[in-house]
């Protein structure tokens, strides 16, 4: 029988026994069915240097056993214990300006310490010797959100030797570094080092190839791992859970082909509209990660709040049923289940008022309730973890390209590679077409249409896949700054967009930043934002002109056919309604509509699909009441649905089609 995974971070270390029985049968009246354990627990497994204490651990995994749960079991090596800095300071992370971190939070290690390595492979060890066959084991939690950089003799070591690997010598790092610029030039490996902090701008490139070198050296501490947990438990699955965001030096698209299952963790951060349309994008995201890296499209919500969303000023109380609509549009954009963090609300420490499935109110709370009500529609809705989401479009979003345009130095200081995806992929959500978030350029074959928004780094290899797609009948929208720099950040000279001149059939010769409050001009009545530049057409036709100012009737957004399918450039930032104008008509042109005719915006219509079935998502953000097309039965309701489906606001339906 399929099922779909819910349930989250149970942290029964921080509770009487008291507590985590009456745990079990919550978890077991809310039809939890995943519990992830031990993700914190280092200290309170190895007290002690070699010292482990699995007894209590035991009896968690035997109750959950016993109750008809599974568990994620964590390798706890996010968090070394307290006596671990002590015994091995070296192991300590270091800042970009020097600081030495000490214990006090979480993540206080160094990736490239060889202390922390042999200590974190030890406990995995140990956890797969002792609970190898163990009834509740399902799945191997490897680690917590990979994210940690240190800067300290350590890791410049590491970095020196992961430079040679990727330069070969000194003349080829210097010529990728760009390094006869300001004098630095190096002429022995032992005078590189970590981009500490300097006197003015860094390099740019030392600092992309340190974010790469951080990337790789995580993954190989997650790997070797990895395969400790493999040889003991083949069969059983392994993963970690990747975290989102700019600031995280991880290339997670190299990472999901590491990974036996892509999981997220996901917290959206808009109190409005806009969390559905951010929790989409990392769904689809996770999806195309997952589908270019495992070669399957599941992937798994690893991580999310259930009542809250974290703003940047407060955190806010979700809406009665937003938990449980959220959940069901992850499962509809490919998810393997929902499972959230946390089970229990703590008392104390440094997240004490996270949201949790159990609050602080206890059992006896609307949060609980609706984890209950969730629980039962998941388990109507089980078979769907058979299907698939299909998607003929995909935006481009490559975590490289992110980290280049957070240099300073740029043109504009608003430069972002990730808004600028979640901008074209919030254009296509509002217009009901579902795409994969991708993050590597190549297997494109299955896409009818590819978005390339600011991907600023690209390679000769990567121009020439997008070349041959396009001739062989894709439809391409790049918008500016996409092609610019090569896989170094070096500016590729000529005019813009560099790499990709010749497919757009445009020549840049300027660009023209924009204020936070310049309004660019367009002939349609539009107006662009953030950029402009001056487009020379070098083949292509000019679709959208500029209207005013110095760029008057110049280029503005093109077209060039280039074999069987044609190129787009739009040298600007359209409003989302503008740019899903455009991107619409781009994918009418290339034979995709949305997933649903006749959908209501705020709307959310999703299918999965496994051979001849389909299973169609209809989700309700808005605050009206809304008849959808459709037909079937509904798995929530358990109703026929002969043309037309009514959702009550903020409701939700899973049609089986016919």
């Not at 036996?260 to 349309?277: F, K, Q, S, W």
């Not at 992110?402 to 600028?420: T, V």
């Not at 949305?594 to 209501?600: A, F, K, M, R, S």
């Amino acid at each position: 029988m399929p099922r779909l995974l819910y349930g989250g971070d149970y942290n029964p270390e921080q509770w009487p026994e008291q507590v985590c029985a009456e745990d079990a049968e919550l978890m077991r009246r809310a039809r939890v069915n995943l519990a992830t354990v031990g993700v914190f627990a280092w200290s309170k497994l190895e007290p002690a240097p070699g010292r482990y204490e699995f007894g209590w651990l035991d009896g968690v995994l035997d109750r959950l056993a016993g109750n008809g749960i599974s568990a994620a079991l964590a390798t706890p090596t996010a968090s070394p214990p307290p006596w671990f800095g002590l015994a091995h300071p070296e192991a300590l992370p270091v800042t970009a300006d020097g600081v030495r971190l000490s214990h006090g939070s979480r993540d206080t290690y160094c990736a490239s310490a060889p202390a922390y390595r042999e200590a974190a492979l030890r406990i995995a060890a140990a956890l797969a010797g002792r609970y190898r066959g163990h009834p509740a084991l399902a799945m191997w939690h490897v680690h917590n959100e990979y994210s940690s950089a240190c800067h300290c003799e350590l890791a410049a070591e590491a970095f020196r030797g992961w430079l040679r690997a990727r330069h070969g010598d000194l003349d080829r790092l210097n010529e990728a570094w760009s390094t006869a610029v300001w004098g630095q030039l190096y002429t022995d490996w032992a005078q590189i080092l970590p981009p500490r902090a300097t006197r003015y701008l860094p390099n740019p490139a030392q600092v992309l190839d340190f974010r790469r070198f951080t990337s790789d050296e995580l993954l190989a501490a997650y790997t070797a791992q990895r395969d400790v947990l493999r040889a003991a438990t083949p069969g059983v699955p392994v993963t970690t859970n990747f975290v989102l965001g700019g600031w995280v030096p991880v290339d997670h698209a190299r990472w999901a082909r590491e990974v036996d299952l892509v999981a997220i963790d996901h917290y959206p951060a808009d109190p409005g509209a806009g969390a559905e349309e951010e929790a989409a994008f990392a769904a689809d995201l996770a999806r195309g990660w997952a589908r270019h890296g495992t070669g399957r499209p599941g992937w798994l919500l690893m991580e999310t709040a259930p009542n809250l969303i974290y703003a940047a000023d407060r955190m806010h109380t979700k809406e009665p049923g937003r938990m449980a609509r959220q959940g069901l549009a992850a499962v509809a954009r490919g998810s393997l289940g929902v499972l959230f963090f946390q089970w229990r609300a703590p008392r104390g420490g440094a997240e004490l008022f996270h949201s949790a499935l159990v609050p602080h109110a206890g059992p006896d709370s609307r949060v609980y309730r609706e984890a209950v009500a969730l629980g039962e529609q998941l388990d109507r809705i089980a078979g769907t973890a058979e299907g698939a989401v299909r998607a003929r479009v995909a935006v481009a979003y490559d975590e490289p390209s992110a980290w280049a345009l957070q240099a300073p130095g740029l043109p504009s200081r608003r430069l972002d590679h990730l808004d600028e995806a979640r901008h074209a992929h919030r254009a296509l959500w509002r217009r009901g077409i579902v795409a994969d978030v991708i993050g590597t350029l190549g297997a494109l074959d299955a896409y009818a249409m590819i978005v390339l928004p600011g991907h600023y780094l690209m390679s000769d290899a990567q121009a020439e896949a997008l070349r041959s797609w396009v001739a062989a009948g894709g439809h391409l929208v790049a918008t500016f700054l996409s092609g610019v720099a090569d896989e170094h950040g070096r500016v590729r000279t000529g005019g813009y967009p560099g790499a990709l001149r010749d497919l757009l059939g445009v020549r840049v010769e300027e660009f023209h930043p924009l204020g936070p409050d310049d309004r660019a001009a367009l002939t349609t009545g539009a107006a662009g934002e953030l950029w402009s530049e001056t487009v020379h057409l070098a083949g292509a036709e000019a679709v959208v002109c500029y209207a005013g100012g110095v760029l008057d009737g110049r280029p503005a957004v093109t077209r060039h056919a280039v074999g069987d399918g044609v190129a787009w450039y739009c040298s600007t930032r359209l409003s989302a309604d503008d740019h899903g104008r455009l991107l619409g008509a781009v994918a009418a042109s290339a034979g995709v509509g949305p997933e649903l005719e006749g959908v209501p915006r705020g709307v959310e219509a999703v299918r999965r699909h496994a051979g001849d079935r389909s299973w169609l998502f209809l989700l309700n953000h808005t605050g009206t009441g809304h008849d959808v097309p459709a037909a079937g039965i509904d798995l929530l309701g358990g109703d026929v649905v002969a043309g037309v489906v009514r959702l009550a606001v903020g409701g939700a339906a899973v049609i089986r089609e016919r």
